[in-house]
DNA sequence: GTATAACCGAGACGGTACGTCAGGTCTTGAT
DNA sequence: ATCAAGACCTGACGTACCGTCTCGGTTATAC
């Protein structure tokens, strides 16, 4: 999502301290005057740099915003507790964990508007974010299937768009109430019902 | 949303032919070139006027979209079947119409983007989209206590973000495929089985 | 300069109280706001009317402000003293007033500038503000003729210029000080030598 | 009256041709369309550029038509031709010269009607176009008393305002005729007569 | 006494310009 | 190659005027 780690050597070495100024920069606009302060202009400035010298970290103002989310991004190993019910509550504290950021929070919802309508962010937005938590899902649910704990299933994806679309809208419309462990709880239990049974049994 | 339906009878009225050529010219801008391009500038060429009538009508670009979804957004009355199910199944079959939607699935995204950090447009937004679904949906829960189908349910609005969060997942990015009729059986089953049970329970 | 005086008998007649009020508030937003603070809106605003009656009375800003001017400038006769010294520094008196009334003052270089390029509202101000003195100037300059004062003289008009120029340039240009009665001596005097002799002499 | 001289070394330099392009706008539409023609957004237009690299230049309209008529404010060294008479006769042929400029007769009317109003400006045009020639001419008298033409004259600017007055008068009020070459001998004619008398004498 | 006509207030309408801000690119001199 | 500085074009923002127009409602005179 950014240019970083250029330096081939030849010329003058990038300022190590102008990539943490800048992300602090980011950081402290999305959180205090919210998305849309955060300019090109206004992260040179507080950064106290210029422009030239995002430009040459970060192609775009969305690149440069995603990075500093994609900071708050655990890379946390797939959690394998021995039972599908602890890995799901674990992956959905991780999830809730990224959501709850503060840097999260503020800056998501105007992120995925950005980036609506090109398909190629979009879709490199949803390999960065989404798609590693989906795939250490699915191989949760296989490794599920495995032990015997639930039968073979053939819409995986589902389930995770039922872990993970609630937690979605909760952060993206505050008014639907905070991010709280009840709808954790739910969301887990929900996904446990449709691994336990066949969809179409339902 | 808008400021329409102002006219106390005094003054020059409202060309009402300006409002559907604006509104027109709204959708045809957010369909063809997405949600970036819904400009009141542009708004205002295509419609064939200046942006002294959209401002006239609308207090700034979100209100004007907000407004255009609006035109979109169901006021049928809460689905009664006679069954848990087949209400949910109606619900879910209204609120997949609506996000389904192209003007709305081109627009959702930036628009809640756009909102974001503004309580107020915020709170307005959600109690003009959100609100009014997660009401009948609540009142069709307490159908289904009366009729003996659920026990009592002490957290209902977790069931309402587990049946619009994953669609709303979908509509934002299109990354994690269409918005098809199997998320919504899924939703409305796992939705049954909280329902269903207690959720500490679970 | 203005409409007035049109009620012909038939429909309404015109509220004079808003004649009134109208001019009051040209004159009260020039002086304490300057020029360019009388809009039409402005005035409407200030006079407790609306657009439609100014609109109604003037044909445009300009006029309105012209009328404004208007009131300010005396109408008495061309002063006949008996020797042409002592009309010619009533003269100067006279203009002095005009120029300095606060209004004059504060609204003739704007509305000159407006004025500016188009030669039809041009001329019309010419024949309103300067034709009028400048006539009895001429008419003053016979009289002395006449009584054998002063050689005839034929390029009476630009001792007018004399005698308007100074007193046009410090009304325009504050910075070149106040409008003071050695002027009105000096432009006296002026004029006084340029027509006893013959010009071509000097 | 500009800003133009600004760079210090860094950053991209200013593009000159720009500079000369928006000069030659500028006069282009003063000469063809009038003062009111000359708006920022034509101005851009008609350069080739856009309005942000005119406001880098000129804070403000008025700024940039003062500038316009600054280029052909001549900078020619005080006239000394050993007589006072010839210095007059030489310094209005410069002034008419300056007031004939189709620019400057196109340009000062609603520049100087904008500047009303705003003390500081009123101050500066003043400055830039009326006072350097106003020094001057006082050096002039000077000579004149030191050569013993004329005695010690205790006020000299209202011979300046009778040399200028009338000139401006003509340029800013095309309805009293052309600036003619009798205006000039009639001014020189009048300052002449007011330098040898003494005022008061008058 | 009822047209008719001009007024009044309110406010919408198409235009045009304002001055500001942002995005992303380019050019310069210096490190 | 980097950095700070700053010019450049593009395009949108929201506001303010202008002068015109269309309303509903109100006086007046004139038939």
Redesign the interface.
């Known amino acids: 999502m950014s240019d970083k780690g250029k330096s081939a050597g030849k010329g003058r070495p990038r300022n190590a301290a102008l990539d943490t100024a800048i992300a602090t920069a980011v950081e402290q606009l999305l959180l205090t005057d ?3 302060a955060v300019t090109i202009d206004r992260v040179a400035t507080v950064a106290g740099t210029t422009r030239t010298a995002l430009y040459r970290r970060f192609p775009s103002r969305v690149a440069l915003i995603a990075n500093a989310l994609a900071r708050h991004f655990g890379t946390d190993p797939a959690p394998d507790t021995g039972t599908l019910r602890g890995d799901l509550i674990e992956l959905q504290r991780l999830q809730v964990e990224f959501f709850r950021a503060p840097i999260v929070a ?1 800056g998501i ?9 090109d ?1 190629e962010w ?2 490199l ?3 960065t974010f ?1 798609a590693p938590r989906r795939r250490s899902t699915q191989a949760m649910f296989q490794r599920a299937v495995d032990r015997g704990e639930i039968p073979p299933f053939t ?1 995986p ?3 995770s ?2 872990l ?7 952060v ?6 905070p991010l709280d462990d ?2 954790v ?3 887990v ?6 691994l336990s ?1 066949d ?2 049994d ?1």
Chains 1, 2, 3, 4 share one sequence.
């Open positions: 919210g998305y849309s503020a919802a105007g992120l995925i508007g950005d980036l609506s309508g398909p979009s879709a937005f949803h390999e989404m819409h994806s589902v389930v768009d039922i993970t679309g609630p937690l979605l809208l909760h993206m419309l505050p008014a639907t109430g009840t709808l709880v739910a969301t239990d929900a996904a446990m019902h449709l049974v969809i179409h339902a």
